[in-house]
């Protein structure tokens, strides 16, 4: 396993996120990947990959090309706006909803951040475009080395900011740059005909499943929290199949708030089928392990030693795998529960 991590991924440290009407401190941590970075050390897991530069014309094949102009100079426009702001992270405050116009781009920067996102739980900081860029970089090494002759049957980005939630022109969730939907368009371009993408975090991966919607080349299948109580609410239901060419290569598996491994191991089971049904040549797990007992914001029941079994599984594909880190916030057992999934899959 090769395994591409992120050496700037702490240049992306948000202050504070808002919460039921308050500012609290933010839930997705850099300690987050130390902890899984000691793990792996200490277990001998993988062999650990600084990445390559970013390739920006892939990703703005992914992201919308403003978009990712955006995130570039965001921080750069919200200083200039006055240098004190260089103390307080960005948040959005104002978005066009229902009825309003998505065909302009106003020049002013808070209208600006909310056209480009979509919650206010997501602070953009001074480095949150470098640790972005760099985890995308992470994303596309792992699939160029999974698919280059000779190379690992698996790698993984191991990266933060997460990706799953962020769509071609938004950011929120935690997430600024789609690192699973980066990964498969790099599997793509490196000749896999047919992708899948297998997002287990607990929450729906709305960001990915909307990039390739209408899409038939590249399958998205998400297990996560029934968004009817669930962040992202908005999106992941069951009856959202996909579009156009895309009709049919979405798949969401939503489970109830509670829902044990017993049962969490058969909507895994069902995505794994549909997987092998699609006849994909390749697939990317997008991986969060917020689906841990111990997690503070979520609500599924799986054990540690549960993990071992996953990994299992998911190499039973017997595709060559990406493995994007998305969430997870039991920050010191992160670590263990990442390296039991890499572990049941096999060095
Ligand atoms: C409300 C909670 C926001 C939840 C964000 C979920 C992040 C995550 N402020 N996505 O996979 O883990
Ligand atoms: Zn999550």
Redesign the pocket.
Known sequence: MQIFHNPVHDKHAGRQ?M?RGKLVPCHETPARLEYVLDALRERGIGNLLAPSSPDLDLIKRVHTPRYVDFLASAWQDWVALDPANADTDILPSVWPVRGFRHDIEPTNFAARVGLFSFDS?CPLTAGTWEAAAAGAACAIDAARAVTAAGGPRAAMALTRP?G??AGADFFG??CFLNNAAIAAQALRDAGAERVAILDV???HGNGTQSIFYERGDVLTVSIHGDPTTE?PFFLGYADERGEGAGRGANLNLPLAAGTEFATWTQALQQGLSAIQAFNADAVVIAL?V?TYEGDP?SKFKLKSVDYLEVGRKLANLGLPTVFTM??GYAVADVGINVANVLEGHGR
Do not use: R
Request: without cysteine.
């Open positions: 996120e919460f739980g997460p799953h939630h969730g935690y975090d607990y929450h962040y969060g917020d914001i998305e969430g």
